[in-house]
């Protein structure tokens, strides 16, 4: 069984930074893409950053220059480095990732519980 479980959430003042971790345990034979994405009360879960096994990135506008997502093959953990936090970036993260338990199937999308991140004085 595989499971991704987020860390790095909290509460931090506006222009501060924070880091998240989600790492992937149990049967992992090979992860393809990974991500996180937020979701606020009420709206639709949004992408934040991407990041594909060979090392591309992409960025919504909103953090674009602001968040950097990483990954650690070896330790089947992708990062996401959050500064200069707005007001705005208040939202639960969540992490998903495309996973193969076996090289004989197919990689199939799952999520972590998620991480609340608020940014308030």
């Known amino acids: 069984q595989v499971q991704l479980v987020e860390s790095g959430g909290g509460l931090v003042q506006p222009g501060g930074s924070l880091r998240l971790a989600c790492a992937a345990s149990?049967?992992?034979?090979?992860?393809?893409?990974m991500g996180w994405y937020r979701q606020v009360p009420g709206k639709q879960r949004e992408l934040v950053a991407g990041?594909?096994?060979?090392?591309?990135?992409n960025y919504a506008d909103s953090v674009a220059g602001r968040f950097t997502i990483s990954r650690d093959g070896a330790k089947n953990t992708v990062y996401l480095q959050m500064n200069s936090l707005k007001p705005e970036d208040t939202a639960v993260y969540y992490c998903?990732?495309?996973?193969?338990?076996?090289?004989?199937?197919?990689?199939?999308?799952?999520w972590g519980p998620g991480t609340q991140v608020t940014v308030s004085s």
């Open positions: 998903d990732a495309q996973i193969q338990f076996s090289l004989a199937y197919g990689p199939k999308t799952y």
């Open positions: 149990g049967a992992v034979a090979r992860i393809d893409e």
């Open positions: 990041i594909t096994r060979g090392g591309s990135t």
